[in-house]
């Protein structure tokens, strides 16, 4: 097959691990009979450096035009980077967001799931790390506080700031269905997360939600407010399958529930539309601490690349595939910085690239 790849590395780490998970691609194309054409794109702070914005009509037309985008991450360090002295519709996120928008990318998949060979990486007692988690956060990605109006203003000589959290039943709807029908894959049990105690988008998500699972009766669905998941999720991370929450709740918990993993290198993303374009990237973000380094962990972009292969082309052999090369090389004791343990081997980010490729 013949595919064209719309290749954001961004900024920070982001050259250095895209450039692993393109190495990868380029093993998985030779090994099966692929094709896959790069269009190299600039988003983020690269993009105001180059073009004044962080997003140009131009790069939007180019993702559309491509069968998936691959991506690695925007942004600086908030404190120093002269990125943050712009207008906020201006900064490196404003750029991300508008992608997200522009591609419809309603839904965000964000697998979290504990390797054994990295249990002793997980933070948790070691009764709860023992058992394992494999869960799916299904984050609702195009609505919410995040695109809500906002405004700041002198309300009778005091400073005043709006920000709106709307949704309505369209939207929760298609969210919900994107999470049954991944959970009719995986182990069938759906944990929608809201805070329908206070909140009125809570209650009509929740009321929807309610609606969806009448279509899948095998589905096990339960409802947790969020300050709950928060707390369910360190003391006893096995009990979820499909977490399905609104894009806030969904920001804050993806990245607790990275953590338990041992690393947030190590999560993969995928943000999909109702067509096959989507776009993937690494759940964490550009550490400009370590950029151009060569040490960050490349996995989780490799890993993104494979849920690309399997949700946009359908190439199910292939990304299992990559997967399987990914865990063979924790199995050799293969680590970066962040996931070192004793006895094991540390390679720069190239190396690990090289070492995951290689066992393709
Ligand atoms: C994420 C990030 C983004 C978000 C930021 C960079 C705008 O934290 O993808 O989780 O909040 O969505
Ligand atoms: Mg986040």
């Not at 780490?13 to 998970?21: L, S, Y």
């Not at 985008?69 to 750029?95: F, H, Q």
């Not at 690349?305 to 949700?311: H, N, T």
Request: aromatic share 6%.
């Amino acid at each position: 097959m013949n595919k064209k790849i719309a290749v954001i590395k961004g900024d920070g780490i982001g050259p250095e691990i895209v450039t692993e998970a393109m190495k990868v691609l380029d093993k998985v194309a030779a090994k099966f009979g692929h094709t896959f054409e790069y269009d190299q794109l600039l988003l983020g702070g690269c993009s105001i450096d180059a073009y004044g914005e962080p997003l140009t009509d131009e790069t939007i037309a180019r993702c559309k035009a491509s069968d998936a985008v691959l991506m690695g991450s925007i942004g600086g360090d908030t404190n120093t980077s002269p990125w943050y002295k712009l207008p906020a519709n201006l900064r490196p996120e404003a750029g991300l967001l508008k992608i997200r928008k522009e591609l419809g990318l309603f839904a965000n998949l964000r697998p979290c799931l504990l390797y054994p060979q990295l249990s002793g990486a997980c933070p948790l007692k070691e009764e709860i790390s023992a058992k394992g988690f494999d869960m799916l956060i299904m984050r609702e990605l195009t609505g919410g506080l995040y695109f809500g109006a906002r405004k700041t203003e002198e309300v009778d000589g005091v400073m005043t700031a709006v920000d709106t959290l709307s949704y309505n039943e369209n939207e929760i709807r298609r969210i919900a269905i994107k999470a049954f029908e991944v959970a009719m894959k995986r182990r069938k049990k759906v944990t929608s997360v809201d805070k329908a105690n206070v909140l009125d988008s809570s209650r009509l998500w929740r009321k929807v939600v309610n609606e969806v699972s009448k279509d899948y009766p095998e589905v096990t669905l339960e409802h947790m407010l969020v300050d709950n998941s928060a707390m369910q999720l360190v003391r006893d991370p096995a009990q979820f399958d499909v977490m399905v929450t609104e894009n806030m709740f969904g920001d804050i918990l993806s990245d607790e529930a990275s953590m338990i993993t041992g690393s947030i290198g190590m999560l993969p993303s995928a943000s999909m539309n109702e067509t096959k374009l989507g776009l993937y990237e690494p759940s964490g973000g550009s550490a400009p601490d370590i950029a151009g380094q060569n040490k960050a962990n490349p996995i989780a972009t490799i890993l993104s690349a494979a849920m690309m292969l399997r949700y946009s082309f359908d190439m199910t052999e292939e990304a299992d595939a990559v997967e399987a090369a990914v865990e063979k090389a924790l199995d050799d004791g293969l680590r970066t910085g962040d996931i070192m343990a004793e006895g094991c081997v540390k390679l720069s980010c190239s190396e690990m690239g090289t070492a995951i490729a290689d066992r393709i």
